[in-house]
């Protein structure tokens, strides 16, 4: 099945830098991958995702790029702000296979600090 | 994308019980999927809940310990069976609303406690 890896585990960056998250993935027929935000007692939401045909996508102050030849894919978030603290997940899903199914990294605490 | 009411937000039960968690859609979604996530830890997926037949499980999670339901397309259960403290975790409820637009979304989930 699919492995997930991501690094760093924390995080933590001064108010209005970069923050950059990495994750690699184990399965070449993995063709989706999302990522999420999850604030303390919230569920996880959506922030962005990337298609297998898209080498990099921007929403405003986030980006994600992947890499299919070395199975990475990174989220970038600019001019970091508080209200950006958070446990970051990124996940792979594989809808070839028919099963759909998300499999997530561990995750990242990212602490900006004001 | 579609609205997830997920129930119960959170309870606090004794060991040996059960407990039965509900996931509404205000939509009809293709798949629904059941989590768990444990303190301070990533989602590890328990089932794919199938509408109409038996969930498929993912290793380590078996059926006789979460039964799972889904008799439509908008509607699913999850049930902790005999219960004991380490199936204290929060369990959630996601669903994908058509296999073409992706975009998972999660219910808000149910903080269970086992004393």
């Known amino acids: 099945g699919e492995n997930v890896e991501q690094h760093p585990s924390t995080l933590s960056v001064q108010e209005g830098d970069s923050a950059v998250i990495k994750c690699t993935y184990s399965?070449?027929?993995?063709?989706?991958f999302p990522w999420y935000k999850q604030e303390l007692g919230k569920r996880p939401q959506l922030i962005i995702d990337?298609?297998?045909?898209?080498g990099e996508k921007k929403d405003q102050r986030i980006a994600v790029t992947l890499n299919k030849t070395a199975k990475h894919f990174s989220l970038h978030i600019t001019e970091t702000q508080p209200e950006d603290s958070a446990v970051y997940f990124c996940?792979?899903?594989?809808?070839?296979?028919?099963?759909?199914?998300?499999?997530f990294g561990k995750g990242t605490k990212l602490s900006v600090i004001p | 994308s579609a609205v997830i009411s997920q129930k119960p937000s959170r309870d606090i039960c004794q060991r040996g019980t059960s407990l039965t968690i509900q996931c509404q859609v205000d939509s009809q979604v293709t798949m629904m999927f059941w989590y768990r996530q444990q303190p301070g830890q990533s989602l590890t997926l328990i089932a794919t809940?199938?509408?109409?037949?038996?969930?498929?499980?993912e290793s380590g999670f078996v059926i006789d310990k979460f039964p799972i339901s889904r008799p439509n397309l908008t509607f699913s259960t999850l049930t902790v069976s005999n219960m004991s403290p380490e199936d204290s975790s929060i369990y959630l409820c996601?669903?994908?609303?058509?296999?073409?637009?992706?975009?998972?979304?999660f219910g808000s989930g149910t903080r269970l406690t086992v004393v």
């Open positions: 399965d070449s027929a993995s063709n989706y």
């Open positions: 809940a199938n509408q109409g037949s038996e969930a498929t499980y």
């Open positions: 996940a792979a899903s594989d809808s070839g296979a028919g099963s759909y199914q998300l499999t």
């Open positions: 990337i298609r297998s045909n898209v």
């Open positions: 996601s669903v994908l609303k058509d296999l073409g637009g992706y975009g998972y979304t």
